[in-house]
């Protein structure tokens, strides 16, 4: 039976295996863990058995990756899910390996780094991943962690892969480990599934108190600012923005001489001349605000729109473009 491989257009996977420990009851090891199921991106083999999962938001995986000098262990950033699964009795960790070869390469999945039991011993991959399951987030039985808890579970096998998803990629890793010849779980392959995909954190969540922007000004002549909130395409201040903008008055008080700029910017999304517009009416809304709620003088505060002109990250990702949707105080 295959394991199915769905399309998508969010995803980044790690995939690894996990092992149950000595002395947990033979019902808990075989049965489906309550409210879980397979990832939209990548099911089971047919017929297996889902004993855990769970996920991180945000967080860093790690997968094994082919280099010059051998194999190498690489970080990826993303939203991960965890799954591990007991196959169907007396189906062989090959014929569930070469399974999910078919599945990512058929999904247009490009292979980083494969070996099976043979060559894996060889480069110790085993000895390389024995942590990956420790360090993912699980639901239940965190015995579980302990699949490769001594680097030499038999017929282990592995596969790294990824595919472009928008503008980064998805990574998947696949650990194998043999049936265990006795107990409950006899001849059931062992398989431990991390999709990791595409997710940045979300930007603005922390304020820049009004003692940080004054010196920053001091030193920089500027500063940049992610306190302050607006809805997509609209120059409105959220309520949210309160904080922020309390703090800058405060810094502009405490030096009373002080003239700024508000400088907004935008990503690149979009058109130049209406992300010229957007911007300008961003950074007049904050002079504005500053002038009419917190008291600043109109004098000491000028609004200037640089659209996309000025950026400070890459706008190829939503990592680089959050951080370049930003208002700056700068020092006139």
Same mark, same amino acid.
């Given at each position: 039976?295959?394991?199915?491989?769905?399309?998508?257009?969010?995803?980044?996977?790690?995939?690894?295996?996990?092992?149950? $420990?000595?002395?947990?009851?033979?019902?808990?090891?075989?049965?489906?863990?309550?409210?879980?199921?397979?990832?939209?991106?990548?099911?089971?083999?047919?017929?297996? &058995?889902?004993?855990?999962? !769970?996920?991180?938001?945000?967080?860093?995986?790690?997968?094994?990756?082919?280099?010059?000098?051998?194999?190498?262990?690489?970080?990826?950033? !993303?939203? &991960?899910?965890?799954?591990?699964?007991?196959?169907?009795?007396?189906?062989?960790?090959?014929?569930?390996?070469?399974?999910?070869?078919?599945?990512?390469?058929?999904?247009?999945?490009?292979?980083?780094?494969?070996?099976?039991?043979?060559?894996?011993?060889?480069?110790?991959?085993?000895?390389?991943?024995?942590?990956?399951?420790?360090?993912?987030?699980?639901?239940?039985?965190?015995?579980?962690?302990?699949?490769?808890?001594?680097?030499?579970?038999?017929?282990?096998?592995?596969?790294? $892969?990824?595919?472009?998803?928008?503008?980064?990629?998805?990574?998947?890793?696949?650990?194998?480990?043999?049936?265990?010849?006795?107990?409950?779980?006899?001849?059931?392959?062992?398989?431990?599934?991390?999709?990791?995909?595409?997710?940045? $954190?979300?930007?603005?969540?922390?304020?820049?108190?009004?003692?940080?922007?004054?010196?920053?000004?001091?030193?920089?002549?500027?500063?940049?600012?992610?306190?302050?909130?607006?809805?997509?395409?609209?120059?409105?201040?959220?309520?949210?923005?309160?904080?922020?903008?309390?703090?800058?008055?405060?810094?502009?008080?405490?030096?009373?001489?002080?003239?700024?700029?508000?400088?907004?910017?935008?990503?690149?999304?979009?058109?130049?001349?209406?992300?010229?517009?957007?911007?300008?009416?961003?950074?007049?809304?904050?002079?504005?605000?500053?002038?009419?709620?917190?008291?600043?003088?109109?004098?000491?505060?000028?609004?200037?729109?640089?659209?996309?002109?000025?950026?400070?990250?890459?706008?190829?990702?939503?990592?680089?473009?959050?951080?370049?949707?930003?208002?700056?105080?700068?020092?006139?």
């Amino acid at each position: 039976m295959n394991a199915v491989f769905t399309t998508g257009t969010r995803f980044l996977a790690a995939v690894t295996l996990s092992l149950c $420990a000595a002395g947990a009851s033979a019902a808990s090891l075989l049965t489906e863990r309550p409210g879980g199921k397979d990832h939209p991106l990548i099911s089971r083999y047919e017929g297996g &058995i889902l004993y855990d999962y !769970g996920s991180n938001p945000l967080g860093t995986a790690r997968l094994v990756e082919r280099a010059r000098s051998g194999p190498v262990l690489r970080p990826v950033e !993303g939203r &991960i899910s965890n799954r591990l699964y007991w196959g169907p009795k007396e189906v062989s960790a090959l014929a569930v390996f070469r399974n999910y070869q078919q599945a990512l390469h058929t999904a247009g999945f490009e292979t980083l780094f494969s070996c099976e039991t043979a060559e894996c011993e060889k480069l110790r991959i085993q000895k390389m991943i024995e942590d990956f399951p420790r360090e993912a987030k699980w639901v239940g039985n965190s015995a579980m962690v302990n699949i490769f808890n001594n680097g030499d579970q038999r017929d282990f096998h592995y596969i790294s $892969a990824r595919k472009q998803t928008g503008s980064g990629f998805t990574y998947v890793q696949v650990a194998l480990a043999g049936p265990r010849s006795d107990g409950e779980t006899a001849g059931r392959t062992r398989q431990f599934i991390q999709v990791v995909e595409p997710a940045q $954190a979300e930007m603005g969540k922390v304020t820049v108190d009004a003692k940080a922007i004054g010196a920053g000004l001091q030193r920089d002549g500027k500063i940049a600012l992610y306190g302050v909130h607006f809805d997509t395409n609209k120059a409105v201040l959220k309520e949210e923005s309160a904080a922020q903008l309390q703090s800058m008055a405060d810094a502009l008080k405490a030096q009373p001489a002080m003239k700024v700029l508000i400088v907004g910017h935008t990503d690149n999304q979009g058109e130049i001349e209406a992300n010229l517009a957007l911007s300008q009416k961003r950074a007049q809304a904050v002079v504005d605000a500053l002038g009419k709620n917190y008291g600043v003088a109109a004098n000491r505060l000028n609004a200037r729109g640089v659209a996309s002109f000025a950026p400070v990250s890459s706008n190829a990702s939503e990592e680089g473009r959050a951080k370049n949707r930003r208002v700056e105080m700068v020092v006139r």
